[in-house]
């Protein structure tokens, strides 16, 4: 393979409308962190004040579309008293921006606010000291607003930009710098409107995949037409580089990773699709039917992962005890937008312009796929289509610079829907068994939950297809059963956790997608909550109220319930046999903190079984809300994303290969189906910001089905809840 | 052979080849930001612009059928209402864009070319569109956010706006 730099004609058409700022075009090929400090211990890394008095926040979070830089801007703008108009933060960048981690987890605010809090108050602290001495007034007598300091009862006063205006801290971040009390908020807690939004509806906004680079090549990978199983990577027995005679395209490979470049983006795509590679591909899936049972069978690393009290002896004695399946499907992160990357690789270096929401991690990645130091990669971070966990961002960020390595030019890579649908690192499988007793008065006695699913995959297609990584690499790490969201809520004095690992080789890449595995434990283990409630004749609102104490559960519960107008009766109490049925079901659950709760209203239709979610409830309590418009706007679509996942998302496979490649293959929800929301927030000032990007998604996946079972009197152990399934589960 | 097409009120002359899928021409060729690329397939909208005032997706578009014709994109809505409206000057923005930031009501906004170009094309045929109709006209256009419930009031709120201002 010629990695020949003049592949590219000079002065090609292809270039295009530069809108990515200068530091791309005057693209340096030495990456150097340009001076600025990446220690986190110092102020510099965090802050800059300008001499117009205006300050940049270097902030180490990916804007995803859910308002990350602004409500951060606004913790910095609280202690600094600078408004929002004179704040700005800039790209992420691993040559600019401090290493907080990548944005998951709903990291942002939770992880990410008591840093940028603490920065923002130092640099507070050292601006009056600084002032005090100008003005000739001790500090206590000062006061700031919009980054202007004044005297108490004297007209003297000074703004941040005179008193510091461009030049550096030279300070750490002592974190015993004085904080603003809750009380005294101004801007945090307010509903400010999103910075990135106007850009996004005027058509100015550049997302990764309108980005372009001088002297750019278009690329496309070329890959079997669905992933097939983990372990046994396809194998490319022969290219038949005769087919895309005509196109003006080339081929390049390395191992088994194929792909095409050309000058026009058409040629790529043409070229991608026409050529033509003779796949070895292993019949070694248990195809989608299959699934579940096979993870059953498996044999599995278990764990305990919590156990208290004698789950076995409660059993035995309670007077209500019910069990309930739940099978969760394979679920595509999809972005909507397939993911894009550009990336020049030279002889020493590397710069990479990317969709990833952890840059660090990224180049970390593309250290081992290169063959680079660390050091010499730059990653940027650009804003794609969301995709809502670990999607293909790094998989076509490896493509973009493996194809840049291979022809010496800069390339652009963006993958076609059936990449991004067939190559995804799904969101896993999963089967949950959950068992739950009461006693006579309809309290919690026992709680036992077995969970089965593979690890997560962490590695990337493009590095195994290379041969870069070798192919039955299993990742370590995955969402266990979770203490937080199985049960723990409740008030019971026996419970059991078990978490069964099934062997990843011989199935689907996977990894976290927006509450891992929530969807499916609390699919199974609310149920199982509700069936008690229902076995115990109660309404399954004030069963949940007798068996939590909790006041932050409470508080959520009866915020959703209070919202939805809850009237108590027992569920599936109205079942008819009318065509059409309604149906109500409540839920509580979370993620990793916060603390969800979610009211569902639902219609099935028996003739056709199809579901219709016509109003969901959802509330949150995430501690300190940032910004309350942000998370309402996250809550509604956490709601909207729930529906769609509990009623249409699957990923299918034959005993070879992914079959679901495109929106017909893998439906989602749309505008004709899409459920009234009420988003509820339960606002705690004084309490810790936890996050609220996936915290109610869990509630509402469980308060679905139990608002199915309140419609029909069954209880469902699989979803998404297709008109088949339903057909086959009222028929059974 | 160049083709010729009206985009956003100006003649251009564009080289890419006829068979070429528009949408490539929109983006590479003129770098416009408006339409992007979704799934090639037609099936999700993100690609849309209005051809002769018509929503179509651009994707599956070859060049050579809109020689010719008028072609609308997102950066050239404001104008395309004033036009449609008579208006002397164009706003800023079109009354869907203002609702939309109104009502706060883009997550990762990518697919709001289409959602905006739909919208608009809807609002132009009927001024005061119902929520089943507003359903039924958008349906064509998925979003992975979640945005729809925002979307149908900023639709509404759009509605109004263009019916206060006559």
Redesign the interface.
């Known amino acids: 393979m010629s990695t020949r730099r003049d592949f590219i004609k000079s002065g090609g058409a292809l270039i295009v409308g530069f809108s990515l700022g200068d530091v791309l075009q005057a693209q340096a090929p030495v990456p150097a962190a340009g001076g600025r400090s990446l220690d986190l211990k110092q102020l510099d890394t965090w802050l800059a004040i300008h001499a117009d008095n205006t300050a940049t926040v270097y902030i180490g979070f990916a804007e995803l579309g859910q308002g990350a830089s602004t409500a951060l801007l606004q913790v910095a703008g609280e202690e600094l008293d600078l408004d929002m108009s004179q704040m700005k933060s800039v790209a992420l960048d691993t040559n600019v921006s401090p290493n907080q981690g990548g944005t998951y987890s709903s990291a942002a605010i939770n992880r990410g606010s008591p840093q940028v809090r603490s920065a923002a108050a130092e640099a507070r602290r050292a601006l009056l000291q600084l002032a005090s001495a100008r003005l000739g007034a001790p500090v206590d007598r000062l006061s700031v607003t919009r980054g202007v300091v004044s005297v108490a009862g004297a007209s003297r006063s000074v703004t941040y930009g005179d008193l510091l205006g461009d030049r550096q801290f030279n300070l750490e971040v002592s974190g015993a710098a004085p904080v603003k009390a809750a009380t005294g908020y101004r801007l945090v807690g307010t509903s400010t409107p999103r910075n990135d939004i106007p850009d996004k509806v005027s058509g100015r906004y550049t997302y990764m995949q309108h980005a372009r680079m001088p002297g750019m090549l278009h690329g496309r990978v070329v890959r079997p037409r669905g992933q097939s199983a983990l372990g046994v990577t396809p194998k490319a027995v022969s290219v038949d580089e005769t087919s895309i005679r005509g196109i003006n395209a080339r081929v390049v490979r390395r191992g088994d990773f194929i792909g095409v470049v050309a000058e026009r983006e058409w040629d790529a795509v043409r070229a991608a699709r026409e050529l033509k590679v003779t796949w070895d591909i292993r019949a070694a899936l248990p195809g989608t039917a299959r699934l579940h049972e096979q993870m059953r069978s498996e044999t599995t690393q278990d764990r305990l992962v919590a156990e208290r009290g004698n789950v076995d002896v409660a059993f035995a004695a309670a007077a209500h005890v019910t069990t309930q399946v739940g099978r969760g499907p394979y679920q595509s992160h999809a972005a909507f937008g397939p993911n894009c990357a550009i990336a020049d690789v030279r002889a020493d270096s590397a710069v990479v312009i990317s969709t990833t929401q952890d840059i660090y991690g990224t180049r970390a990645m593309l250290t081992r796929v290169l063959n680079l130091p660390t050091e010499r990669i730059q990653v940027r971070y650009q804003e794609g289509a969301s995709n809502y966990g670990h999607g293909c961002q790094d998989d076509a960020t490896q493509a973009a610079a493996i194809l840049s390595q291979l022809t010496g030019a800069p390339v652009r890579l963006q993958f076609m829907r059936a990449d991004e649908h067939g190559w995804d690192n799904y969101g896993p499988a999963h089967l949950g068994e959950a068992r739950a007793a009461a006693d006579a008065q309809g309290r919690i006695v026992a709680y036992e939950y077995h969970g089965w699913q593979h690890n997560w995959s962490n590695v990337e297609a493009s590095a195994q297809l290379t041969g870069a990584v070798p192919a039955d690499r299993e990742g370590s790490a995955a969402q266990q059963v979770s203490p937080l969201n199985l049960g723990s809520m409740y008030d019971a004095p026996n419970v059991k956790l078990v978490n069964h690992r099934v062997p990843a080789m011989g199935y689907l890449r996977g990894a976290w997608l927006r509450s891992p595995l929530d969807l499916s434990f609390s699919f199974a283990s609310e149920q199982a909550i509700d069936q008690l409630a229902f076995l115990s004749q109660q309404d399954s609102w004030q069963f949940r109220q007798r068996n939590i104490t909790d006041p932050r559960w409470l508080g959520v519960l009866n915020a959703a319930a209070e919202a939805a107008g809850w009237q108590p009766r027992r569920a599936a109490s109205g079942v008819s046999n009318a065509r059409t049925v309604r149906g109500r079901g409540i839920a509580v659950g979370t993620h990793l903190a916060s603390y969800g709760a979610a009211v569902a209203e639902i219609e099935v239709d028996k003739q056709t079984g199809r579901v219709l979610i016509t109003h969901l409830f959802g509330a949150i309590d995430a501690g300190l809300v940032v910004n309350p418009g942000n998370v309402e706007n996250q809550i509604s679509g956490q709601l909207v994303q729930t529906a769609s996942r509990m009623l249409k998302e699957e990923i299918t496979f034959d005993t070879r290969q992914v079959t679901s490649l495109d929106w017909n293959g893998y439906p989602i929800l749309r505008f004709d189906e899409a459920p009234e929301v009420t988003p509820i927030i339960v606002q705690r000032l004084t309490e810790r910001s936890t996050g609220a990007g996936e915290e109610v998604m869990a509630a509402a996946a469980a308060a679905i089905a139990n608002a199915f079972f309140d419609a029909t009197g069954v209880r469902m152990d699989q979803y998404p809840l297709t008109p088949a399934r339903v057909l086959t589960a009222l028929r059974r | 052979m160049p083709v010729t097409l009206i985009l956003n009120g100006q003649q251009r002359v564009v080289?890419?080849?006829p068979d070429?899928?528009l949408l490539?021409v929109l983006?590479?060729?003129?770098?416009?930001?408006?339409p992007?690329?979704?799934?090639?397939?037609g099936?999700?909208g993100?690609c849309s612009v209005l051809v002769n005032d018509v929503e179509i997706r651009s994707c599956q578009t070859p060049l050579a059928t809109v020689g010719g014709k008028t072609v609308t994109?997102?950066?050239g809505l404001p104008a395309w209402y004033a036009a449609k409206r008579k208006l002397s000057t164009a706003p800023a923005?079109h009354p869907i864009?203002q609702a939309?930031?109104d009502e706060?009501a883009?997550?990762?906004?990518?697919?709001?070319?289409g959602m905006?170009i739909k919208a608009a094309e809807l609002l132009a045929k009927n001024p005061s569109p119902t929520e089943p109709q507003?359903?039924?006209a958008?349906?064509g256009?998925?979003?992975?956010?979640?945005?729809?419930?925002?979307?149908?009031k900023a639709i509404r709120r759009a509605a109004a706006a263009m019916t206060v201002r006559g």
């Open positions: 080289t890419s080849d070429t899928p490539y983006t590479d060729e003129l770098a416009l930001q408006g992007r690329f979704g799934c090639g397939l099936q999700c993100s994109t997102l950066e923005l864009q939309l930031i706060q883009l997550q990762c906004g990518y697919c709001f070319n905006i507003i359903r039924t958008m349906s256009h998925l979003c992975r956010c979640g945005t729809y419930p925002r979307i149908i």
